[in-house]
């Protein structure tokens, strides 16, 4: 429904009618609005402020200098920094193979469970699990239990089967966090990818089945493209999270090559240990730019569906 | 309308050998996918030594569970950790709820002008990078004494559960027929009470996954846990890690506070895992 068609619905000419204003309806909005301004953008605008400076924690410097604007030299040493540029391409890497490999297993996982089976319930409910854990009792728990050098147990699987152990953490970083992100949130997109099975009209497919179409030839024509907007979906929401990603990298590797992100190497640089707010700010801001273009791009799939759902 | 489809018995141009194929292989994924999960609820049964070297010689018992129920003088216990999680989530679920009935209201059931702009600037903050914003809330969370404090945390869960809030409540919203808000409204029935006496109602199993959505993502959470709460004032995640220990070996006590506290929000997703997802793909999809 419209807006334009809402108002027309408006019951007209009543004195009391308390929505005839435009403010009173945008009233209710306000709080929330107000309270996320407050809280999520202020802050990006301090953080703008302090990439022009050489802000450093006070307490955590030997010499105190006072915090003086620099210009734009923060963000001229962005460029010239290896550390941040492996960071980024580590990002990246680490974003699409988790988004992409989650989806892969959450859509197989979900034509699984698109039928009647002994258990059903069950395994829908168990396969949930590591969606539900704490990121950083996920990141244990594969670090601890599975991933150990001596003890661990995919390192007893391979020795038992007559191969050699792997140091998995250490020779793999980038390989074993993906692990644990793609074991967490594939689950969520199988929920998702679920509710797309789901909700496709059953009379078109018994047509098709009817008709002489088989299985395959009906997943390819009706099914996948029913589940585009929903592969969309989970790619969106897997990538706001997934992007972000820290708990898995804190606990398993503590960053080092091969497994800091941006959002890890920013932290290191400022609270984490370096303390230099100024230049840690200046890159925050130049992922926050890369994550607009990102978004852009996001939040065109996410209008498209917006638009669908009103033509309908 | 479209008739949803509930999984039939048969797929859609299968036999019947198929289906018991795909039934099987189900089951196999499943175990295989859980294993870590069971593996860890078995160790956390075990002896340290025997859980150090995933062996199983000295039986079962309960005995890690009660281990990490009593601290060590001087570290985050369970008891405060549990209660500090326990305030921080159901306080800040509160009020994102709170702010985000209303704002859901004036985007689904009578919505403002340009109501698309409003509901996608509230999802564009979800993409704004924690990192971007976090030092200047460290620096001003410093200065207002507020390091260390339950106060702290409440303040930006809120904050980073509110825009999923409205996005979630606003898909259930849309469910609610128009009908019978419209004759309340002739009625003369305010906000409030047509939010009481109709929605709510209504909409309450969606308003009910919504909160426990918040809910877990506030009990995970660990980034603002670490930096702004780290010491004795802190959460659930930080009283997992602190039986992470150098010396000695900690396998079997990590996997029982791993149980513990992940324990109350699995229970939790479980019972609630349909309407859960339902509620956030509906948000685009409806």
Redesign the interface.
Same mark, same amino acid.
């Given at each position: 429904?419209?807006?334009a068609a809402?108002d027309a619905?408006l019951?007209r000419g009543r004195a009391?009618d308390? +929505?005839s204003s435009?403010w009173r309806?945008?009233?209710? #909005?306000l709080?929330? #609005?107000l *309270?996320?301004i407050a809280?999520?953008?202020?802050?990006?605008v301090?953080?703008i402020y *302090?990439s022009f400076t050489n802000l450093k924690d006070k307490t955590q410097s030997l010499i105190p200098e006072p915090t003086k604007f620099v210009g734009i030299d923060n963000y001229k040493q962005i460029f010239s920094d290896p550390f941040f540029r492996d960071a980024m391409w580590t990002s990246v890497k680490m974003t699409v193979l988790a988004v992409v490999l989650s989806l892969l297993f959450g859509t197989l996982?979900a034509v699984?469970?698109?039928?009647?089976?002994?258990?059903?319930g069950v395994?829908?409910?168990? /396969?949930?699990?590591?969606?539900?854990?704490?990121?950083?009792?996920a990141a244990?728990?594969?670090k601890?239990?599975?991933f150990s050098s001596l003890?661990?147990?995919l390192n007893?699987a391979l020795n038992f089967v007559g191969l050699n152990s792997v140091q998995f953490i250490s020779d793999h970083p980038l390989a074993s966090i993906v692990t644990v992100l793609v @074991?967490q949130w594939?689950?969520f997109m199988m929920?998702?990818m /679920?509710?797309?099975l789901? !909700?496709?009209?059953?009379?078109v497919?018994?047509a098709? $089945?009817v008709d002489g179409?088989?299985?395959l030839g009906?997943f390819r024509q009706l099914t996948l493209p029913h589940l585009r907007?929903?592969l969309e #979906?989970g790619a969106l929401?897997g990538s706001?999270y997934i992007?972000?990603a820290?708990?898995a990298i804190?606990?398993m590797t503590g960053g080092g090559p091969g497994s800091t992100n941006?959002?890890y190497y920013?932290?290191e640089e400022?609270?984490g240990g370096g303390f230099r *707010?100024g230049s840690?700010?200046a890159y925050?801001?130049v992922?926050?730019v890369f994550?607009?273009v990102?978004?852009t791009f996001?939040?065109r799939v996410?209008?498209s569906? +917006?638009r669908?759902?009103e033509r309908? | 309308m479209?008739?949803?489809? =509930?999984?039939?018995? #048969?797929?859609?141009?299968?036999r019947r050998s198929v289906?018991?194929g795909?039934?099987m292989?189900? @089951?196999i994924?499943?175990?295989l996918?859980?294993f870590?999960?069971a593996? =860890?609820v078995f160790?956390s049964f075990k002896t340290e030594q025997d859980a150090?070297?995933?062996t199983l010689s000295q039986g079962l018992s309960l005995g890690r569970y009660s281990d990490v129920a009593h601290a060590i003088p001087g570290t985050l216990s369970l008891e405060t950790a549990f209660m500090n999680s326990l305030v921080v989530v159901l306080v800040s679920t509160l009020i994102v709820l709170l702010?985000?009935l209303?704002?859901a209201?004036?985007?689904a059931i009578?919505?403002?002008?340009? @109501?698309?702009d409003?509901l996608?600037?509230?999802? !564009?903050?979800?993409?704004?990078? %924690?990192?971007?914003?976090?030092?200047? %809330?460290?620096?001003?969370a410093e200065k207002w004494n507020l390091i260390g404090t339950r106060t702290v945390l409440i303040? /930006?869960y809120?904050?980073i559960n509110?825009?999923l809030a409205?996005w979630m409540l606003r898909s259930f919203f849309m469910e609610v027929p128009?009908e019978l808000i419209?004759a309340a409204?002739?009625d003369?029935t305010?906000?409030f009470n047509q939010l009481r006496q109709v929605i709510l109602p209504l909409a309450g199993p969606g308003i009910a996954a919504t909160a426990l959505l918040c809910v877990?993502f506030a009990?995970?959470e660990?980034?603002y846990a670490?930096?702004l709460n780290f010491a004795s004032g802190s959460t659930?995640?930080q009283w997992?890690?602190t039986n992470?220990s150098t010396r000695g070996n900690f /396998?079997a006590k990590?996997?029982a506070a $791993?149980v513990i506290?992940?324990l109350p929000?699995?229970l939790a997703? @479980?019972a609630a895992?349909k309407r859960?997802?339902?509620g956030?793909?509906?948000g685009?999809?409806?």
């Open positions: 429904m419209t807006a809402a619905a019951p009391k308390p +929505f435009p309806r945008r009233l209710p #909005l709080p929330a #609005l *309270y996320v809280i999520t953008q202020l802050p990006f301090v953080s *302090y996982f699984l469970l698109d039928r009647k089976f002994i258990g059903q395994i829908r409910t168990l /396969l949930i699990t590591p969606f539900l854990l704490m990121p950083v009792v244990l728990i594969w601890q239990q599975m003890f661990g147990v007893k @074991w594939t689950p929920l998702i /679920l509710a797309g789901q !909700s496709q009209p059953g009379d497919l018994e098709a $089945s179409a088989n299985a009906i907007r929903y #979906l929401l706001i992007v972000q820290f708990d804190d606990v941006v959002p920013v932290y400022s609270i *707010y840690a700010s925050a801001i992922v926050v994550s607009i990102i978004a996001a939040l996410l209008s569906l +917006f669908d759902e309908a | 479209i008739r949803k489809r =509930t999984g039939s018995t #048969l797929g859609v141009g299968e289906t018991i795909i039934g292989l189900a @089951w994924v499943a175990l996918w859980i870590p999960v593996w =860890t160790t150090a070297t995933q702010l985000a209303p704002a209201y004036a985007l009578r919505p403002i002008h340009r @109501w698309r409003v996608f600037f509230f999802i !564009s903050t979800k993409f704004l990078p %924690i990192v971007a914003s976090i030092f200047p %809330i460290y620096v001003y303040v /930006l809120i904050a509110l825009p409205i128009r419209e409204e002739i003369g305010n906000l877990i009990w995970n660990y980034f670490l930096q659930m995640p997992v890690i992470v /396998l990590l996997s $791993s506290a992940c929000v699995v997703g @479980w895992q859960m997802i339902r956030l793909s509906m685009a999809i409806k």
